[in-house]
């Protein structure tokens, strides 16, 4: 299985998550560290069926407008 990782630093939601990497922020955001995938609809969906049959038993979530995640259940 291929994935390729995409850096989109134009993401807002991206780019807040490396600039607290870069201020060493320490606190935890459960939409990053709990998720599989986080995106639009189509980039999360995208991954979920590039999961295939790893992605039994995950659910596609909005986490905000616009921003999709996808979960363990």
Not at 9 to 27: L, M, T, V, W, Y
Not at 28 to 50: H, L, M, P, Q, Y
Request: proline share 1%.
């Amino acid at each position: 299985m291929n994935l390729k990782i995409h850096n989109n630093r134009s993401n807002p939601e991206a780019k807040k998550g490396f600039n607290s990497i870069q201020n060493d922020s320490n606190h935890r955001e459960s939409c990053w560290t709990e998720s599989i995938a986080i995106g639009s609809s189509n980039f999360v969906e995208d991954i979920k069926v590039k999961l295939g049959i790893k992605a039994v038993g995950r659910r596609i979530e909005e986490q905000n407008e616009g921003q999709y995640v996808l979960r363990v259940l």
